[in-house]
């Protein structure tokens, strides 16, 4: 079982910055792919952005190549989102996700066995 814990979220003009914290429970965190996605208001949850088990390969959604980056720390039990040149359509809940897999990240993450609660990040413009 992994817990997941978001942190990092808040309020900021479009063009800001933000760094999202991903804080895992567990003593398996470093085999685990890590990812985040987000969910705008009156829309479904999509993708944003994943990292292999090592952080040897990474994976953005197009809409955020080039803005943010994610990366993780596995002797913390942390994965992060650096959020820059934020613009009012990334006002959303972003959330956490863990899938049990070390294989290197090819795509678009589309299994998941554990989600965190998620923090809420609204850019205003």
């Known amino acids: 079982q992994v817990q997941l814990v978001e942190s990092g979220g808040g309020l900021v003009q479009a063009g800001g910055s933000l760094r999202l914290s991903c804080a895992a429970s567990?003593?398996?965190?470093?085999?685990?792919?890590m990812g985040w996605f987000r969910q705008a208001p009156g829309k479904e949850r999509e993708f944003v952005a994943a990292?292999?088990?090592?952080?040897?390969?990474?994976y953005y959604a197009d809409s955020v190549k080039g803005r943010f980056t994610i990366s993780r720390d596995n002797a913390k039990n942390l994965v992060y989102l650096q959020m820059n040149s934020l613009k009012p359509e990334d006002t959303a809940v972003y959330y956490c996700?863990?899938?049990?897999?070390?294989?290197?990240?090819?795509?678009?993450?589309?299994?998941?066995?554990?989600w965190g609660k998620g923090t809420l990040v609204t850019v205003s413009s």
């Open positions: 990292i292999s088990w090592n952080g040897g390969s990474r």
């Open positions: 567990g003593r398996t965190f470093s085999t685990y792919r």
């Open positions: 996700a863990a899938d049990r897999t070390t294989a290197q990240v090819m795509g678009v993450m589309k299994a998941v066995d554990y």
